[in-house]
Nanobody
Framework: QVQLVESGGGLVQAGGSLRLACAAS????????MAWFRQAPGKEREFVAA????????SYADSVKGRFTISRDNTKNTLYLQMTSLKPEDTAVYHC????????????WGQGTQVTVSS
């Protein structure tokens, strides 16, 4: 099973940018489809973006489309989320997740990194 560790969160003003990273270990990173989710205080966890095992297919939540970009470097075992034009409503704990092949469920999760956007 793959282990995931996020980094790159922080405090940023509205309109600013952040780049999150998710380092994977313990298994073959390129086997897994990957995604970012987020959870704001008092709210349900929500999907942010996903990317296929071999970079090529991506999908985004409507709320972040055009502002966030998901990418991966299979040579570095790392997933990224470039976030631009940040809004206060983007404030949340961001988690990366891994989905094994031939499954529909994300089974490995990182501990999360806090992103806070001030107005």
């Amino acid at each position: 099973q793959v282990q995931l560790v996020e980094s790159g969160g922080g405090l940023v003003q509205a309109g600013g940018s952040l780049r999150l990273a998710c380092a994977a270990s313990g298994s073959t990173f390129s086997m897994y489809a990957m995604a970012w989710f987020r959870q704001a205080p008092g709210k349900e966890r929500e999907f942010v973006a996903a990317i296929s095992r071999i970079p090529g297919t991506t999908s985004y939540a409507d709320s972040v489309k055009g502002r966030f970009t998901i990418s991966r470097d299979n040579t570095k075992n790392t997933l990224y989320l470039q976030m631009t034009s940040l809004k206060p409503e983007d404030t949340a704990v961001y988690h990366c997740a891994a989905r094994p092949p031939a499954t529909s469920e994300y089974k490995s999760w990182g501990q999360g990194t806090q992103v806070t956007v001030s107005s």
